[in-house]
């Protein structure tokens, strides 16, 4: 009996030892597999240095909102496609100003700052309101003189040779196209007022019947003009953050804030599911907060992809002219693009690529 239980319990004693080596092997294989995957950086369009520079950030040991940080800074200081950071898109007044946003997927701590004026750092200048306040978003001159005092560089003319070339050249063109509606004069410089009262009350009538914004074309969003950088790193902890630098939307009305700085529009990430990042015409996409979306569809157990298509279908069944674009990365690191009106281009950085590789989306 003795030996008998000896010999079961030697017996069990193997078993067991072999499961336990099997389980730790399976464990193991499993990290490997995911570690492998990890650090990963995706960004919006191919903004290869940015992308460069997020991943030397973070496979050398930085945290994932450090990297984003570098990587969006890159682009600040390149202005990738001659627009985020300063010197690109310019307002009525031919100003340049910034929105940007920081988040932390594994605290949900988020630092922005909107049309932010006269500091070049947008990126920079929303961690210090993550960092160091309990706010989430400064805007304006107040966010200008909070980064100064900060230690960001400014109060700095955010405007270049080419942003007023622009601008005056829209000037002489009667200042078309721009973002008004419902006012006089139509085809000309302001000062602006409102078309009329009775005019006003029978549009808001229509809007009713046939949701009127479902004529707009994003026409001032095109493959020259998006502006837009939102990247999203895991770190080697698998720790998610996100960020988004963008200076917005060439010809808005001063004071305009876009999907940049909302968290939820232009980026979202949450370290118990996965990121997403959005480019395309913020004062639409802002409506949906689409990043929120795919985040919270990823939660229920969506692909990547199918997240992101159903984000952007969402938005184009309201908005069937809108133009934008969403990428879509789970915990794990599987990664995918949906696009509406143009074709969509994101980068992507991993361990197994020697370089950052570039996927195209179509509409
Ligand atoms: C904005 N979403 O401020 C930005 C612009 C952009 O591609 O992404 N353009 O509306």
Same mark, same amino acid.
């Given at each position: 009996m003795?030996?008998?239980?000896t #010999? ?5 004693l193997l078993?067991?030892i ?10 193991l ?8 995957r990890?650090?990963?950086?995706? *960004? ?5 240095e940015?992308?460069r ?5 973070v496979? @050398? ?17 390149l202005?990738?496609d001659?627009?985020?950071?300063p ?6 007044n031919?100003?340049?100003t ?6 932390? =997927?594994? #605290?949900m701590?988020v @630092?922005a700052?909107a049309a ?5 750092d ?7 309101v ?10 304006g001159?107040?966010?200008?003189i ?6 960001l560089? =400014? ?5 270049? #040779?080419? *942003?007023l ?7 002489k ?7 008004r509606?419902?006012?006089l004069?139509?085809?000309s410089? @302001?000062?602006y007022?409102p078309?009329?009262t009775?005019d ?23 493959i ?5 950088i ?17 200076n ?11 999907d940049?700085?909302?968290?939820? *529009? *232009?980026?979202?990430?949450d ?17 949906f ?11 229920? =157990? ?8 159903d ?9 069937p002219?809108f133009? =934008?674009a ?8 599987v990664?995918?693009?949906?696009c509406?009106g143009w ?6 950085r991993?361990?197994?690529m020697?370089?950052v590789e ?6």
């Amino acid at each position: 009996m003795a030996t008998t239980t000896t #010999t079961i319990g030697g017996k069990n004693l193997l078993v067991g030892i072999v499961v336990f080596f099997t389980l730790l092997s399976m464990t193991l294989g499993q990290e490997v597999e995911t570690s492998g995957r990890f650090p990963l950086v995706v *960004s919006t369009w191919p903004f290869l240095e940015a992308v460069r520079a997020a991943w030397r950030a973070v496979d @050398g040991g930085f945290s994932a909102v450090d990297a984003v940080v570098e990587g969006c800074s890159t682009c600040e200081v390149l202005r990738c496609d001659g627009t985020v950071g300063p010197g690109g898109s310019p307002d009525e007044n031919g100003e340049t100003t910034i929105d940007a946003l920081v988040m932390d =997927g594994a #605290t949900m701590e988020v @630092g922005a700052v909107a049309a932010m004026r006269y500091v070049k750092d947008g990126i920079r200048a929303a961690r210090l309101v993550m960092q160091h306040t309990e706010h989430t978003m400064l805007v304006g001159e107040q966010a200008s003189i909070f980064a100064i005092s900060m230690g960001l560089a =400014g109060p700095t003319n955010l405007s270049s #040779t080419e *942003s007023l070339e622009k601008w005056m050249k829209w000037k002489k063109n009667d200042c078309q196209p721009n973002f008004r509606k419902h006012v006089l004069p139509l085809d000309s410089c @302001g000062p602006y007022h409102p078309k009329g009262t009775v005019d006003l009350i029978r549009n808001k009538c229509l809007m009713a019947n046939q949701v009127e914004t479902i004529t707009r074309r994003s026409d001032h969003v095109g493959i020259d003009n998006h502006d837009t950088i939102s990247m999203a790193v895991i770190d080697k902890m698998g720790h998610i953050a996100v960020g988004t630098s963008t200076n917005g939307a060439t010809f808005k009305i001063p004071g305009r804030v876009g999907d940049g700085p909302i968290a939820g *529009s *232009s980026s979202y990430a949450d370290n118990e599911v996965g990121a997403c990042g959005a480019t395309g015409d913020g004062d639409i996409m802002m409506r949906f907060l689409p990043c929120y979306q795919v985040v919270e569809s990823m939660r229920l =157990g969506m692909e990547p992809e199918l997240a992101a298509k159903d984000a952007i279908l969402r938005i184009a069944r309201k908005y069937p002219n809108f133009v =934008g674009a969403i990428f879509a990365v789970n915990k794990h690191g599987v990664h995918a693009g949906a696009c509406h009106g143009w074709t969509f281009q994101y980068s992507v950085r991993s361990p197994e690529m020697d370089d950052v590789e570039v996927f195209t989306v179509l509409p």
